[in-house]
């Protein structure tokens, strides 16, 4: 802490205790100065406890990282039994968002929907914001709504904590790589701190203040959106003039189609892999929430209209849990084509 800040903080106890019977008073200056001492010194092992809530395909890779960088690790997942691979490494386990954020410094969430983010971070009693201390740092890093991160991070001033909306790009590869893409809202300084936590996921953007970070990674699913699109489409198309799709991919991934969408999801499509990287339920409800902005901005985005709609009808057809690489299944039943091994090789 700055001397400066520490000698007022010392003038203003010593005033407090000669001239005010307030226990309380005392308290909440004991609390602040806490909690501004804590803020100064950087974040490291030694000091800084982390909490994770949500588990899942990219909170495991994240998590991870973590642990083996020294910290020390809170986890809590709805499904207990998801987290035992980072319990393995060391982490602990709280039966509740509140618990867990009472033994953290700094809470990450990632989980599926804006409803589920409300719950474990908001709820009176059970959420993690009841149970940070003065000076503790929300970092979500679900894809939800700009207009939830505002509220949370408001939620979290009025208990003199901080929050920093945080969704990430990147998909499955880019979590076990540690080289997501981070967009990051709110305050600067906040997200400045936390700069030794981010360098283990991935990069981290500062986008601007509260909701920002949302904002970007919207854009963002946007932009992958039609891009996806266009890759399925592209290898119909390839497939249907009779050419190897394989090697065409390979032949367009060093030219002005190439795309990071192309270099994760090509081979996998050709080889079947649909599994997911990230889920088409999650993506369905990114690109609902995209549309939503679009209707409060008055703006009209075509391409986003329609990839969502394809991607709907994956889940219409119980499809949801599969990866977003999906897409194909819908432009394959669209023309009665396969790209499946075995047909193309009859």
Request: glycine share 10%; hydrophobic share 40%; with cysteine.
């Amino acid at each position: 802490m700055p001397l400066p800040l520490l000698q007022h903080h010392l003038r203003s106890l010593h005033h407090l205790t000669r001239h005010s019977h307030s226990p309380t008073s005392i308290l909440t200056l004991l609390r602040h100065f806490m909690a501004s001492a804590t803020a100064a010194e950087p974040i490291s092992p030694s000091n800084t406890r982390l909490g994770w809530i949500g588990t899942g395909v990219m909170g495991q890779s994240m998590c991870a990282h973590l642990i083996r960088a020294g910290y020390t690790l809170t986890v809590f997942n709805r499904t207990p039994s998801k987290a035992q691979p980072l319990l393995d490494l060391g982490a602990h386990q709280a039966h509740s968002p509140q618990a867990l954020a009472s033994q953290s410094d700094v809470v990450f969430s990632i989980v599926g929907y804006p409803s589920d983010v409300r719950s474990v971070l908001l709820h009176p009693t059970s959420g993690a914001l009841s149970g940070l201390r003065p000076g503790g740092i929300l970092v979500d890093m679900t894809t939800s709504e700009p207009s939830l991160a505002v509220e949370i991070a408001a939620a979290a001033a009025e208990r003199n904590c901080h929050s920093v909306d945080a969704p990430v790009s990147g998909g499955d590869r880019g979590a076990k790589n540690g080289t997501l893409a981070i967009f990051a809202g709110g305050d600067k300084g906040t997200v400045l701190r936390l700069e030794p936590l981010f360098s283990l996921l991935g990069k981290v953007n500062y986008m601007g203040g509260s909701g920002k970070g949302q904002f970007a990674k919207l854009a963002n699913q946007i932009t992958i959106a039609s891009t996806m699109v266009g890759l399925v489409e592209g290898m119909v198309y390839a497939h249907k003039a009779g050419l190897d799709v394989g090697l065409w991919l390979d032949a367009i991934s060093t030219g002005a189609a190439g795309s990071k969408s192309l270099d994760l999801y090509g081979q996998r499509i050709l080889k079947r892999d649909l599994d997911p990287g990230f889920y088409v339920n999650h993506f369905v409800k990114d690109l609902g929430i995209c549309l939503k902005e679009c209707q409060n901005m008055g703006i009209a985005l075509p391409g986003l209209a329609l990839a969502q709609q394809l991607y709907v009808s994956l889940k219409a057809h119980g499809e949801g849990n599969l990866g977003t690489q999906a897409l194909i299944l819908v432009l394959e039943r669209l023309n009665n084509v396969s790209l499946a091994p075995a047909a193309s090789s009859s």
